[in-house]
DNA sequence: AAGTGGTCTAGACCACTAG
DNA sequence: TAGTGGTCTAGACCACTTC
């Protein structure tokens, strides 16, 4: 249970109540969306002033596993809608606007790691994955091709129709299906050409110039989700970055 | 003087010692490097409690504005080295490894800001900027040309004499010679074609493909100090981005 | 009115750094 | 030993949400 005196530790308290509410949470014990016991219950049940239980929730509100509402209590981060989205979607327009990509599933197969994706992945080489790709269109045109790879034992049932039947982001599919969710990327960016079918279905020539991103997504104690590469048709968009300031 | 009872107001009390702080710090009061009053001065000059000023404080460590020393005090943040460097410099090799560039100044002139250059420095049209070319070398390979714009006038007395002589990176020159300390960047990445004077500088053929990466680096309240036109080289190296954990 | 998070206080004790 | 930040406590009062 969750709700338990710490033992005797080394580390802060504060540090020991953080880690018990990331197993509560990726344990599912509090799902996404709910909201978890109020501070004076946690600091009743742990043990700890509540001035302890708020240094822990602040660490993980920071990094948005948790979000605080006034009056109402705190909860599980739930990527609903457009605020996940926006958080790992960094395409923008010329005038820095963000716009919303409209997303076709144009394969979706079953497969084995080989040795890259076993590595992103965190798997054994030959587990079984699956794969699938998108196109997404920003203002009607597609822009970017999305190869998307998933550890199969993660994602058990699921088929191509959940897939495409969702009605919301790929993330939110992983979070409420699977109650997997994602929490942090790793993005590696180059510059490549487009040739043969990625050019066509960015109906581009080939030789164009594309930004190539491969994303690891990761959960709870870094464990890895879904390996993704992205070709992205950059002439009228543009990736959007910001370094430095992550808090108020 | 920063160190004064706050006046009345609704924003809470933290809030308004971190704007005191800030204020400080960008004044040129406490230098970067040097260190700020300890928390129990500043308690009792700003008359309230400690905890407050703790809570002001850790918002700007969390920023990286300032750092805490254990049994030493706290510290404007000082750019030294390759903490900085590694904070801005994204371009890492195959293996995930961040490598050490080496820069070569090839231009350095004085020149009036056109209309893009004078939007992404918030200065007028036709004010004076100093513009740089630099080719950075990655083992021994120059794989990126940066073209930096300068407000001439947040500058003054800058030569390129100084700025080549510069012994380590140019956001320590900004701070050590002009005290203005690079907090934030914002980034737009695309992919482009080399060509002509670019393509020759990085040693590649017309038409191969380069990451562009055009940069804002601001620092206090936003304010805009640099924009940096990078082209990178991405056949051996890549950009590296984590998206979001940033803090423990 | 009751319950939640948000702010703020005042103090205790610990761990680290320096003279 | 004195001074610094680091952890932790116990409580007060406020603002917001819900019934």
Redesign the pocket.
């Known amino acids: 249970m969750s709700l338990a005196r710490l033992p005797p530790s080394d580390?802060?308290?504060?540090?020991?109540v953080r880690a018990r509410l990331i197993e509560g949470i990726s344990a599912g014990e509090w799902k996404a969306g709910e909201?978890?016991?109020?501070?004076?219950?946690?600091?009743g049940g742990f043990?700890?002033?509540?001035?302890?239980?708020?240094?822990a929730?602040d660490s993980l509100?920071a990094e948005r596993a948790l979000v605080?509402?006034?009056?109402?209590?705190?909860f599980v981060t739930a990527h609903e809608g457009s605020r996940l989205l926006f958080h790992f979607f960094h395409i923008a327009g010329r005038d820095g606007r963000r716009v919303l990509p409209e997303v076709r599933t144009i394969a979706f197969r079953r497969d084995r790691a080989d040795r890259e994706t076993a590595q992103a992945l965190a798997i054994a080489p030959a587990d079984k994955v699956i794969r699938i790709r998108n196109v997404l269109s920003l203002e009607g045109r597609p822009r970017i091709v999305d190869d998307i790879a998933l550890a199969a034992e993660l994602f058990p049932g699921l088929t191509e129709k959940t897939f495409v039947a969702r009605n919301n982001t790929i993330y939110h599919l992983y979070q409420s299906r699977y109650g997997i969710n994602v929490l942090r990327t790793d993005e590696r960016l180059r510059a490549v050409l487009a040739e043969g079918e990625l050019a066509a279905l960015l109906e581009v020539p080939p030789g164009a110039p594309l930004l190539e991103i491969r994303r690891i997504a990761l959960t709870f104690r870094d464990r890895p989700v879904e390996l993704r590469v992205s070709r992205v048709e950059t002439s009228s968009h543009h990736y959007h970055n910001t370094l430095g300031k992550e808090l108020g």
Do not use: F, M, N, W
């Open positions: 580390s802060p308290l504060y540090e020991q909201a978890i016991p109020s501070e004076a219950d946690l600091a043990g700890v002033a509540i001035g302890t239980i708020r240094k929730v509100v605080r509402r006034q009056g109402k209590g705190t």
